[in-house]
């Protein structure tokens, strides 16, 4: 049950996207496609953005896009926003029936 | 509006006890997988366990197995973490999630923290 791997620190300016990448094993993110996203302010509740890979829940920004191939996943956030600054963790469900998280992204908008 | 809070975190000694609850409105309580997430100071985001809402199946991520119990009271659509054998890395803000289906956690509460120290 190791974290999956995620850079430490991704940024950008405004207006600009980037990409998150998120690098697991054949037993969890290249498992089946339960990869989910969340944008997390430290010491407030977490945020999901996406799941199942590539859904959006009611309310979250089409910027926000998701895709998988293999063991590893990704999250790209278009026309970056001062107000997406904030860490960014990828999640996926494990053969074992538990979950993993990633390591966590720093996003910082220029 | 769905509305998850937990309580029940506090500083407690090592090889102590403590036991968390995550009280939960505006969901079907008895539709939920729960699970609890926790962060430790200067960490990431760590899956600990979750509970299908019958109480029929339990899972746990491997360093709290056998110290944790996760349990629910529908009556109460309320969610529990017994916590026993508690260890230096146990300290950490807990989170309470719930789990409409397999693979995600849509809603989440703001946290209890567990301080483990002498």
């Known amino acids: 049950q190791s974290a999956l791997t995620q850079a430490a620190s991704v940024s950008g300016s405004p207006g600009q996207s980037i990409t998150i990448s998120c690098t697991g094993t054949s037993s969890d993110v290249g498992a089946y496609n339960y990869v989910s996203w969340y944008q997390h302010h430290p010491g407030k509740a977490p945020k999901l953005m996406l799941y199942d890979v590539n859904k959006r829940p009611s309310g979250v920004s089409n910027r926000f896009s998701g895709s998988k191939s293999g063991n590893m996943a990704s999250l790209t956030i278009s026309g970056l926003q001062p107000e997406d600054e904030a860490d960014y963790y990828c999640s996926a469900f494990t053969t074992s029936r538990t979950y993993v998280f990633g390591t966590g992204t720093k996003v910082t908008v220029l | 509006e769905v509305e998850l809070v937990e309580s029940g975190g506090g500083v407690v000694q090592p090889g102590g006890s403590l036991r968390l609850s995550c009280a939960a409105s505006?969901?079907?309580?008895?539709?939920?997988?729960m699970s609890w997430v926790r962060q430790a100071p200067g960490k990431g985001l760590e899956w600990v366990a979750n509970?299908?809402?019958?109480?029929?199946?339990?899972f746990y991520v491997d360093s709290v197995r056998g110290r944790f119990t996760i349990s629910t009271d529908n009556a109460k659509d309320s969610l529990y973490l017994q916590m026993n054998s508690l260890r230096a890395e146990d300290t950490a803000l807990y989170y309470c999630?719930?789990?409409?289906?397999?693979?995600?956690?849509?809603?989440w509460g703001q946290g209890t923290l567990v301080t483990v120290s002498s």
């Open positions: 509970i299908k809402h019958d109480g029929s199946e339990k």
């Open positions: 505006g969901l079907i309580f008895n539709k939920y997988w």
């Open positions: 999630a719930s789990d409409p289906s397999d693979g995600y956690h849509d809603y």
